[in-house]
């Protein structure tokens, strides 16, 4: 049985502050996808990440990708309230479905 | 371009009542996904399908039923409604190309089993 494990399940942090999230699975997969949700919303597409090595960048938001390891990690850099959400990792190693994670459910504080 | 839309948005079935979550994307692609999310936990796919005339189980496929006659129409059916079923369903939809591989999803259906 295929697991997507994220840690932490629930984090609060302070503005301006730097932290990671980690995504790991149990499987080999050379494809992961990052998620946010809103409360309440649907889920919305962040990264996505196609062979190891993989880095990417968009504002305070960083996304990693070590195969070797099975292990994914989100960046936050300087974190603002607008980054509160939960973000899913997800994994894809059929090429035709996608895994979730549980979740990390981020809420910064001013 | 509308995306990919789902309905209803929300709904309230009694046990036992069947009904339909209709699901429709307007971009061509192949793939095509249901998933529920139980509060406050992830996402776990319960049917998915790579192209029309194609279905097949995810990780939690009992007491629903999909079909799949055309490229853009993806019907989540559940017989017998039952409580566990209470769920916010997403439907997804992706074209499995290199450089476009994710999903994009709906806006999702609430469903409360009463």
């Known amino acids: 049985e295929l697991k997507v494990e994220q840690n932490p399940l629930f984090l609060s942090m302070q503005e301006g502050k730097n932290y990671t999230i980690y995504c790991n699975y149990s499987?080999?997969?050379?494809?992961l996808y990052w998620y946010r949700q809103d409360p309440g919303k649907s889920l919305e597409s962040l990264f996505v990440?196609?062979?190891?090595?993989a880095v990417k960048q968009e504002g305070r938001l960083m996304a990693s990708l070590d195969t070797k390891a099975r292990l994914s990690t989100l960046h936050i850099t300087a974190a603002v309230h607008d980054l509160s959400a939960t973000y899913f990792c997800?994994?894809?190693?059929?090429?035709?479905?996608?895994?979730f994670g549980t979740g990390t459910s981020l809420t910064v504080i001013p | 371009n509308a995306g990919v839309t789902q309905t209803p948005k929300f709904r309230i079935l009694k046990i036992g009542q069947s009904m339909t979550l209709q699901c429709t994307q307007d971009?061509?692609?192949?793939?095509m996904y249901w998933y529920r999310q139980d509060p406050g936990m992830g996402l776990k796919l319960i049917y998915y399908?790579?192209?029309?005339?194609?279905?097949d189980k995810g990780e939690v496929p009992n007491g629903y039923n999909v079909s799949r006659s055309t490229t853009e129409d993806f019907p989540l059916r559940l017989e017998l409604a039952a409580p566990s079923q209470t769920s916010v369903y997403f439907c997804?939809?992706?074209?499995?190309?290199?450089?476009?591989?994710?999903?994009?999803f709906g806006q999702g259906t609430r469903l409360t089993v009463v």
């Open positions: 399908s790579v192209g029309a005339g194609i279905t």
């Open positions: 499987t080999t997969s050379d494809r």
């Open positions: 997800a994994v894809g190693p059929t090429g035709n479905q996608f895994y």
């Open positions: 997804a939809s992706r074209y499995p190309g290199q450089a476009n591989t994710e999903a994009f």
């Open positions: 990440l196609l062979s190891n090595g």
């Open positions: 971009m061509n692609h192949n793939y």
